[in-house]
Structures are given as C-alpha cells and as structure tokens.
C-alpha cells in the first residue's frame, strides 16, 4: 500500500514535496480507506443481522420437570459458527448436532446395482436448503430421524450441523438466551454479532399449591391425613381378605390451610368375620361438615358392630337365600337389611341433629355423604349389603371376570357438583331408605371399593362411565402400580396414602377411598 501512494504522490506532485506533505497524504488517504472498509463491513454485518433476525427462529417455553429439546439452526450462506449463551441458569444445555437430510433412498437387491429411488423421499430436494458441508454423500446410518432404514438400501443425503437446546428445566423464572454468532471470513477485532431470545421455564402446576397446616385450635379438628389397615388371619380355609383404607385432605383445603372433610372408619368382627366399612364426604360448603362425616362414619360402625354381634337370623335368612330356586330376595332379608343398615344411617342422621343442636348450629352446617357397606365370606360366596346416598362410588370389582357391580347410584343434583347428603329429612322416608339399599350374593371378587368424588371425578368424570369396567381396570391398575394389596401387607396404608397424591389437573378435592381386598 505505501508503495502504491509513493507511485500516485510522484504522479501528481512531479517536481516532489516534503516529507512531512509526503506523510500527511499517505495518513490522509489511509484513513480514508480504512473508515470505507470499516463502513463496509459494517454495512455487510447489519445486512446479516437483518437477514438472521428476520428467521424463524424461537425457543418455545419449556416447563420444570419436563423434557425439552429444541433444534436452532441457522440457514445462511454467511454464517459460519454460531453458539449460545444464557443457559447456564435454566437447567438446559446446548450441544451441536449433525443433522442428516435424506434426499434419496435407494433400494438395494443382492447382486444388483442401485435401482429404485422411491419417490416420496425425492421430493425432500425441493424443500432441502444444503448445510454446512454441503455435499451429498451415502450416510452411514440405517436410522434417520423416526424413519429406519432397512439394511438393505442406502441412503444419500445432505450433513447439517445445527445447535439443540436440550435437558430437564429444574428451575422456574424468564430468561434472555443470546444467539452469537460469526460471519465468513471474520477475523479477530471484527464484531461477534448476537440474537436475543425471550425465554421463559415455566412452573410445574404441583409446585404452586401451598400446603398450609390446619389450625389445631378450630373446633372439631381433624388430621389433615389419616390411614388405616385392618387384617384378617389366615384360617383353615385359607387366606382372607383384609380391608386397607386412607384419606388426605385435597389441595385446594390444603393451599388454604382448610381442614379435611372426608372420613371413614373400618371394621372386622374376628369371631363371626363380617365387615363393616363407612365412607363419609363432608359438604365443602357446609362449615361443620368435617364433624358431620365423622358422626356418619363411627355411627354407623358402632350401630352395625352391635347389630352384627349376633347374626344367627340374618345369616340363616342369608342361607336361605342362597337355596332358593331363583335366588329371589323375600321380605324377612329385605326387612333384616332395613333395619340394620337402614338403621346405622338413620341413627348417623339423628345423631347429627343432635349435635347441631347441642351446638347451637343448623344441620346443614353437618352436611356430609355416607357409603355404608356390611359382607361376609360363606362357603358359597359373599353376601355384600349397602347404602348409598350422596356422590363417590361404591363398587364389587372382579377383574378376572371382567365383572362389576355398582351398589347404588350417585346422587346428582341441578348443577354441577350438587348431590344429598344424609342431613336432608327426605332420605330417611321407608320408600326412600329401601331404595338405597341394595344387597346380593357374589361368588367372588377381586375388591369392594368405596371412594369419595376427590377420587371417582377424576377417574370417571361421569356417572354413566361408573358403569364401564375398562374405566375400574385403569383405576385398579393405577393403585396397583404403587400399593402393593397382597395378604396380610400392612405398609400397603402407607402406600395408599402417598397414591392419594396423584395429580390430575381440575381436581383438587378431599380424596378417600376404602378397599376390601
């Protein structure tokens, strides 16, 4: 270059000039040059930052806890490398990949050259911009992308490089990911150019419930959870079954600090080995009704204990009713059923009056569901009897068989979320009693399973798929897969209460449930 500016000063100054003139030129035209090359690069490098900011290049929201993987790759003559910076907080992490394009699969026959292209895999040339290497070569993989290739083709295509953003996201929060990059022909002092990205982690929804301890000083406190494990020996005709039961408040009483509503109560008359189970679903709305579903549950167990301590006439109009030709209920049954089931719910409902008034509260305030379930193993089956009245379910479940049996039909009201409860005066006329009252004889079964709605909602969402057994195969198999119900496991409790915490998005109730197994 200084030559060049001694040739052009000695053709336009002929006769010479000073030195200090000589030096000043070259200085002048110098910079000169050097401002023009440096407004052309910087024109260049806004031309590519135009051109890469107007990609369609986004980092989709990721969510903690949840896989993520998602592909930036940059399809532009200009760029050469190309990284991110920012993730070191989110949990992710970035790592090049090579990308393989297939443009052409073709098939091989043994002893054959190449022969058929197959068409649909053609067409991906038109679409295809070249990466990096830009060449077109026989991959050495027999699987591209979710696509495998039989051993017996090759597959020519095109290598890509590109940058996936990848991991776990193990923290919540917003975050600015810089895309940096170089252009070709960058050298050291030039400008590494950039591309912010807005990025958000979201949070796992199970994270933002609060679990705020209820207050021991409200009245009629009640634990916030509860479980409980009843087993029964075995005897000479082998092993029988034992009842395990758990409650927890939901998350939605729990992220206010609200108590438990729900309750139940078990219990296994070791000397004529009939069971009895109560579970009780205290009206959310209703301020008492954590009392209400406690009075429900160990009423009607104290009332059918007393009742089943001597059951000689029950058992034998039971026999009978196995014998007859049909197997045809008879009114002495009916009436025996009536009166000790019948009985245990009516006495629940008196005693609940009682205590409002006691108190000086409405019965309303007491408000509270009630399933109510009595059977026995005799040499020819079971006898199960029940009451049902208010939401939930109650169901004999034979999975072998593929066999269910609702024992009665949930209470629905005008709206969504309304049912009866065992406070309301018309529940206990005899037409009504008699109607919520069901009992049969079973050879056998899998389970006898009485759950509140913060368990049968999510898992049947309706009332008409409590009558589908595929619906009872998924919620077996969903207990199944953590407790584990085998004889005489008493930590199977623990494991049910920990199954309580299942998610699922929308329900958030009290969840109870009770399995004789």
Same mark, same amino acid.
């Given at each position: 270059?200084?030559?060049?500016?001694?040739?052009?000063?000695?053709?336009?100054?002929?006769?010479?000039?000073?030195?200090?003139?000589?030096?000043?030129?070259?200085?002048?035209?110098?910079?000169?040059?050097?401002?023009?090359?440096?407004?052309?690069?910087?024109?260049?490098?806004?031309?590519?930052?135009?051109?890469?900011?107007?990609?369609?290049?986004?980092?989709?929201?990721?969510?903690?806890?949840?896989?993520?993987?998602?592909?930036?790759?940059?399809?532009?003559?200009?760029?050469?490398?190309?990284?991110?910076?920012?993730?070191?907080?989110?949990?992710?992490?970035?790592?090049?990949?090579?990308?393989?394009?297939?443009?052409?699969?073709?098939?091989?026959?043994?002893?054959?050259?190449?022969?058929?292209?197959?068409?649909?895999?053609?067409?991906?040339?038109?679409?295809?911009?070249?990466?990096?290497?830009?060449?077109?070569?026989?991959?050495?993989?027999?699987?591209?992308?979710?696509?495998?290739?039989?051993?017996?083709?090759?597959?020519?295509?095109?290598?890509?490089?590109?940058?996936?953003?990848?991991?776990?996201?193990?923290?919540?929060?917003?975050?600015?990911?810089?895309?940096?990059?170089?252009?070709?022909?960058?050298?050291?002092?030039?400008?590494?150019?950039?591309?912010?990205?807005?990025?958000?982690?979201?949070?796992?929804?199970?994270?933002?419930?609060?679990?705020?301890?209820?207050?021991?000083?409200?009245?009629?406190?009640?634990?916030?959870?509860?479980?409980?494990?009843?087993?029964?020996?075995?005897?000479?005709?082998?092993?029988?079954?034992?009842?395990?039961?758990?409650?927890?408040?939901?998350?939605?009483?729990?992220?206010?600090?609200?108590?438990?509503?729900?309750?139940?109560?078990?219990?296994?008359?070791?000397?004529?080995?009939?069971?009895?189970?109560?579970?009780?679903?205290?009206?959310?709305?209703?301020?008492?009704?954590?009392?209400?579903?406690?009075?429900?549950?160990?009423?009607?167990?104290?009332?059918?204990?007393?009742?089943?301590?001597?059951?000689?006439?029950?058992?034998?109009?039971? +026999?009978?009713?196995?014998? $007859?030709?049909?197997?045809?209920?008879? =009114? !002495?049954? %009916? &009436?025996?059923?009536?009166?000790? #089931?019948?009985?245990?719910?009516?006495?629940?409902?008196?005693? +609940?009056?009682?205590?409002? $008034?006691?108190?000086?509260?409405?019965? =309303? !305030?007491? %408000? &509270?569901?009630?399933?109510?379930? #009595?059977?026995?193993?005799?040499?020819?089956?079971?006898?199960?009897?029940?009451?049902?009245?208010?939401?939930?379910?109650?169901?004999?479940? !034979?999975?072998?068989?593929?066999?269910?049996?609702?024992?009665?039909?949930?209470?629905?009201?005008?709206?969504?979320?309304?049912?009866?409860?065992?406070?309301?005066?018309?529940?206990?006329?005899?037409?009504?009693?008699?109607?919520?009252?069901?009992?049969?004889?079973?050879?056998?079964?899998?389970?006898?399973?009485?759950?509140?709605?913060?368990?049968?909602?999510?898992?049947?969402?309706?009332?008409?798929?409590?009558?589908?057994?595929?619906?009872?195969?998924?919620?077996?198999?969903?207990?199944?897969?953590?407790?584990?119900?085998?004889?005489?496991?008493?930590?199977?409790?623990?494991?049910?209460?920990?199954?309580?915490?299942?998610?699922?998005?929308?329900?958030?109730?009290?969840?109870?449930?009770?399995?004789?197994?």
């Amino acid at each position: 270059m200084t030559e060049l500016l001694d040739l052009l000063i000695g053709k336009y100054f002929p006769h010479g000039i000073s030195s200090e003139k000589r030096s000043d030129i070259k200085e002048f035209f110098l910079e000169k040059l050097y401002n023009e090359y440096n407004e052309y690069y910087m024109a260049r490098e806004l031309v590519i930052k135009n051109r890469i900011d107007a990609l369609n290049l986004v980092l989709p929201n990721a969510k903690v806890g949840e896989n993520y993987s998602q592909l930036i790759k940059i399809d532009d003559p200009d760029v050469c490398e190309y990284w991110l910076e920012g993730l070191e907080d989110t949990g992710l992490y970035a790592e090049s990949e090579v990308i393989l394009n297939p443009i052409e699969i073709i098939n091989v026959d043994e002893g054959n050259d190449t022969t058929n292209v197959t068409s649909s895999d053609k067409g991906i040339i038109d679409s295809m911009t070249p990466g990096c290497t830009d060449c077109i070569e026989e991959i050495d993989s027999h699987k591209i992308g979710d696509v495998t290739v039989a051993i017996d083709t090759k597959v020519l295509g095109t290598k890509d490089c590109g940058i996936v953003v990848k991991g776990i996201p193990a923290k919540a929060g917003d975050y600015e990911i810089i895309l940096k990059y170089k252009y070709q022909n960058w050298s050291e002092g030039c400008s590494i150019l950039e591309r912010k990205f807005k990025f958000a982690i979201n949070p796992d929804p199970r994270s933002l419930w609060k679990d705020i301890p209820t207050d021991k000083n409200i009245k009629f406190f009640k634990e916030d959870y509860v479980c409980d494990y009843v087993q029964v020996t075995e005897n000479d005709k082998g092993p029988q079954k034992d009842i395990v039961a758990a409650s927890k408040r939901g998350r939605s009483h729990a992220h206010e600090g609200k108590a438990r509503d729900d309750d139940f109560r078990l219990f296994h008359n070791d000397n004529n080995g009939w069971y009895i189970i109560a579970v009780a679903d205290g009206a959310g709305s209703a301020k008492y009704s954590r009392k209400g579903s406690a009075l429900a549950c160990e009423t009607c167990i104290e009332f059918c204990k007393a009742a089943l301590e001597n059951p000689t006439e029950l058992e034998n109009e039971i +026999i009978a009713l196995n014998n $007859s030709s049909e197997g045809q209920s008879n =009114r !002495d049954i %009916s &009436t025996l059923i009536y009166n000790i #089931i019948g009985g245990a719910a009516h006495k629940a409902h008196r005693v +609940i009056l009682e205590t409002a $008034s006691a108190n000086e509260d409405q019965p =309303r !305030d007491y %408000s &509270t569901t009630l399933l109510l379930a #009595i059977c026995k193993k005799f040499d020819f089956g079971w006898f199960v009897a029940s009451f049902w009245v208010g939401d939930g379910a109650m169901c004999i479940y !034979d999975k072998q068989r593929q066999y269910i049996k609702l024992l009665g039909t949930p209470d629905g009201g005008e709206y969504a979320g309304q049912t009866r409860f065992l406070t309301m005066k018309e529940i206990f006329t005899p037409e009504s009693i008699m109607s919520r009252l069901k009992y049969s004889i079973e050879r056998d079964f899998t389970a006898l399973m009485l759950m509140t709605d913060g368990i049968s909602d999510p898992f049947f969402e309706t009332d008409a798929n409590l009558s589908k057994v595929e619906k009872w195969n998924e919620l077996w198999d969903n207990i199944n897969s953590e407790v584990e119900l085998t004889d005489d496991n008493s930590e199977s409790q623990y494991q049910l209460l920990k199954w309580l915490d299942f998610w699922s998005p929308g329900n958030h109730d009290d969840r109870t449930i009770a399995i004789l197994y």
